[in-house]
């Protein structure tokens, strides 16, 4: 059965951490997210692992080949200097 959405709080929750250390490598980053994957799943409660695991299989889904900018972004630029 398909579900109608997902529940991203966990994967957030887990990006973040990941990416708490500045100076963490791609392969720290990684082992981090999985990591917190093992800990949900170990949680008595499995709807965190079931949050995540399904989290990260609708992000495996994206193709972000066919995404291109339609204009340039220079004018979003303040947006991201707060």
């Known amino acids: 059965m398909e ?7 966990a994967l957030i929750a887990a990006l973040k951490q990941a990416s708490a250390d500045p100076f963490a490598t791609l392969e720290e980053q990684l082992a981090q997210i999985e990591l917190s994957l093992v800990s949900a ?18 992000l495996r889904e994206i193709d ?6 339609s204009r340039g972004t220079a004018d ?3 947006f991201f200097e707060q």
């Not at 079931?50 to 299989?57: D, T």
């Not at 972000?64 to 900018?69: A, E, Y």
């Open 3 to 9: 579900r109608a959405g997902a529940d991203f709080s």
């Open 64 to 69: 972000p080949r066919g995404i291109t900018s």
């Open 41 to 58: 799943q170990l949680n008595p409660n499995p709807i965190e692992a079931v949050e995540l695991a399904y989290s990260l299989k609708a």
């Open 76 to 78: 979003l630029a303040p």
